[in-house]
């Protein structure tokens, strides 16, 4: 069965302090790593698809980077409004290649 | 705005009452999933559609829960008699084709059973 866990499950961060928050996932084949940003009352919102180690992807102040065991969403000076849930999903290779996996996510604030 | 549509966004029913939740994909997209998100956990895989048919419902509880997708009309996930337990968020997502690994997703409809 497909597991992915996400760390911190919070973290508060000053305004411009850069940090990383962690997704460490087991699956039968990687299909796919995902990262999705929630806004309260919200639904997730598309930021990356990752498909094989060493892949990285940028966009604004976010980065992903993967591994073959976890993936890490780099947050370079981030501002209040990048504050949110950071989902993290995997889509293995099986039968089911379409069902996502998610983890819990890690809740990030930033503090002005 | 293209995205995909859900609702209603909040809906309230009593303990044995009917729920329907209503999705409507993204344009061009045919296939659709739900998943739920219960208080404290992350989003749960229930059900996958195409037009007309039920591909993959592992994910939803085989009493009480069913979904459809008509071939006009919006996705809709029926929860019958339900209980407090069934309190959630409830989350559509469509994606353009089987192998399109990107899903994306609705508001979500915000279930709270009295």
């Known amino acids: 069965e497909d597991q992915v866990t996400q760390s911190p499950e919070a973290l508060r961060l000053q305004e411009g302090e850069s940090s990383s928050l962690n997704c460490s996932y087991t699956v039968s084949g990687l299909r796919g790593l995902f990262w999705y940003r929630q806004d309260p009352g919200k639904g997730p919102e598309f930021l990356f698809t990752l498909y094989s180690a060493g892949e990285e992807k940028e966009k604004e102040r976010l980065k992903a980077t993967l591994t073959k065991k976890e993936s890490f969403l780099h947050i370079t000076a981030p501002k209040p409004e990048d504050s949110a849930t950071y989902l993290c999903?995997?889509?293995?290779?099986?039968?089911?290649?379409?069902?996502?996996?998610f983890g819990k996510g890690t809740l990030l604030t930033v503090n002005p | 705005n293209a995205g995909v549509m859900q609702n209603p966004r909040h809906l309230v029913r009593r303990r044995g009452q009917e729920a329907r939740l209503r999705c409507s994909p993204m344009k061009g997209h045919s296939h659709v999933y739900w998943y739920r998100q219960l208080p404290e956990e992350g989003l749960k895989f229930m059900v996958y559609l195409q037009k007309e048919n039920i591909i993959d419902e592992s994910g939803m509880p085989k009493e009480r829960f069913s979904a459809e997708f008509p071939k006009e009309g919006p996705s809709i996930l029926r929860i019958q008699q339900v209980v407090r337990g069934d309190s959630a968020a409830y989350f559509c997502?469509?994606?353009?084709?089987?192998?399109?690994?990107?899903?994306?997703f609705g508001p979500g409809t915000r279930l709270t059973v009295l």
């Open positions: 997502a469509s994606s353009l084709r089987q192998n399109s690994n990107e899903q994306f």
């Open positions: 999903a995997v889509q293995g290779s099986g039968g089911s290649n379409y069902k996502l996996t």
